[in-house]
């Protein structure tokens, strides 16, 4: 069977890593890449990192508005498709080269498989949610990562197309965490083990808004320990085109990190401080509190075992919040066991074609 993978953005990688390894001697695994992501960091270290074979096609589609950079992909992958003629295409998350190719393969009638499928935030502000829910309901197969995102796929009425395969970036970080773990801490701070946070913020409804950010900076830069904010280059562009100090107070603003070195900087972190979904969740199967600067988490897990605190409007709490004692222990295991990778490339041996 010849399988398509559709990645373009940083998450992707990451979900993509297991996969790939799953997919090894059991079926032909084409991969393509739109380039949505292009810089070293943010690509290509991932790729190198987690042994993730290199894309058979690079787009190199890179930035633009939602409809230029969506547009560029729909068109691009539509020849990717059509020439490679895939009997499965598996698009991966929520971004725009989520939807993309989505998109471009139902029109083709190439079978689409969506990897974390039924996960909402119910949040119609962000485009993450537009390209899950279009996504969802174009695909023919909806692999999905935990329980409640097969409840959410069956309230909208696509139970049938749905399975229950657990969490892929479970698999790559229990992989990972293994083995990171005597290697010595990758920080471009001064920082002393479990005495410090860590921090990322990329969510254009945190970035955009100058003075939102000044404020979120602000209560950051008041907790108690020093915070090691890995700044996203849509961070970075924000605050250069306002004049805003990322390192303000006790934050430290560096490059983002490789894989390896983020798991291994939040294993011995005190806590992590992010908008992003899958830091909230690594910080949780690493047990570490965790606390969201976001109105709604789609990791609602987090926050129900008390590992994940969110914060939306009031950043003058922050401080207080970050600062918290740890929660209770518990080992819940609501994103399995690390198998999802295999239970995802075995659902789709088992489907010849849809
Ligand atoms: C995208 C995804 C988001 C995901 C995130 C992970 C969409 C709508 N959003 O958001 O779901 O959580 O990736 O990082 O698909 N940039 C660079 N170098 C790069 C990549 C981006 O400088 O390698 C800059 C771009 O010029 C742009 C900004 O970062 O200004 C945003 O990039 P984009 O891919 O549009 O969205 P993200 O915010 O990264």
New binding site residues.
Partial sequence: MRILSVVG???QFVKLAPVAEAMRDRAEHVIVHTG????HN??DAFFADLGIPHPDVNLGIG?GG?GE?TGAMLSGLETVFTDTAPDWVLVY?????TLAAALAAVKLHVPVAHLEAGLRSFNRRM??EH?RVLTDHAADLLLAPTQVAMDHLAHEGLAERGVLVGDVMTDVLYRVRDRVANTPLALDAPVEPGEYYVATL?R?DNTDDPERLRAILDGIGKVTRPVVLLA???LR?VAERHGIDLSVGAVTACEPLSYPDLVNAVSHSAGVITD??GLQKEAFLLRVPCTTIRPETEWVETVEYGWNTLVHDDFAALPGIVDRPRPAETDAAPYGTGRAALTTVDTLLARDGA
């Fill in positions: 953005a940083r998450p949505q992501h292009y810089d943010m690509s930035s939602h950079q998350g929520d971004t725009n080269s485009p993450e390209n990329h254009p996203h280059p849509r562009a992003s979904g």
